[in-house]
């Protein structure tokens, strides 16, 4: 079987969870609440202007908490979809390479994680309409703007990703691989002050964003990003979370 099919199979398996009703409504939580708080955004003494604050205080509260958690959560649903009757070990009893089948899965998550974020897009879209219409101040950012920010989230968020699909594979209680992957949000604070933040890949997303509102904000002070050592790092990391993922995939099963 090759990759293409194993993906196409991995699609239908959560073709009628809940997966992309759960995504949805967590972007509803992300920027929703911040229409009853609009006044807010007006007056901030660090100089960033209101529609530039509105954007990034919702992608703070997305990137610190309600992505990964959801990615926490969505890793754990696609992999206990084979825990149901068997599922995986009638599949490894297929000649089909269990490496093939856990980046089949991973690409899934990559594709959930992708449609999340776009969800983000439009729901901000819808929000800033309605902030404006209730403020008579054009809250509405340009795509391009956008689309930049939200594209560097989801590059930047790959080793966590691949660190979640690892854990969600390695740790077989799944209240277990839920309490472990929440944990790792909640140092992100504490390590974007680190000078070593980049070794913590839990933080890159958080990180970008409040280095991007530093600079629309002259008051708030700035976090420099250096491509080196960060990229390199992060790539290795990436792919040995992914490695190991392969490796250890389905290796109960196979007892």
């Known amino acids: ?30 920027w929703f609440p911040a229409l009853l708080n609009a006044d807010m955004n007006f007056g901030m003494e660090n100089g960033i202007t209101p529609e530039h604050n509105f954007f990034i205080q919702g992608l703070m509260a997305l990137v610190w908490f309600i992505y990964p958690a959801s990615m926490v959560v969505v890793t754990l649903l696609i992999n206990q979809n084979e825990k149901t009757n068997q599922a995986l070990t009638k599949m490894l009893s297929l000649p089909i390479d269990s490496k093939r089948m856990s980046l089949a899965k991973f690409f899934v998550l990559l594709v959930l994680a992708a449609i999340q974020l776009l969800f983000t897009i439009g729901i901000y879209y819808v929000a800033a309409y309605l902030m404006t219409a209730m403020t008579d101040y054009n809250f509405v950012l340009g795509l391009l703007l956008v689309f930049k920010e939200i594209g560097l989230i989801y590059l930047i968020s790959l080793p966590m990703l691949a660190f979640y699909w690892f854990l969600s594979v390695v740790v077989q209680t799944p209240i277990f691989a839920i309490g472990i992957g929440l944990a790792t949000i909640v140092p992100s604070v504490l390590m974007i002050n680190s000078e070593y933040w ?47 993922a392969s490796v250890c995939f389905g290796q109960k099963e196979r007892k």
């Open 1 to 30: 079987m090759n990759m293409l099919t194993l993906i196409g199979v991995e699609f239908k398996k959560i073709k009628r969870s809940k997966i992309l009703l759960i995504l949805f409504l967590a972007m509803l939580v992300v």
């Open 198 to 244: 980049y070794i913590y890949p839990f933080c890159y997303p958080y990180y970008m964003v409040v280095s991007e509102y530093g600079n629309l904000a002259p008051g708030f002070g700035t976090f420099n990003i250096s491509l080196f050592p960060w990229i390199p790092i992060a790539c290795v990391m990436m792919v040995g979370f992914l490695v190991l």
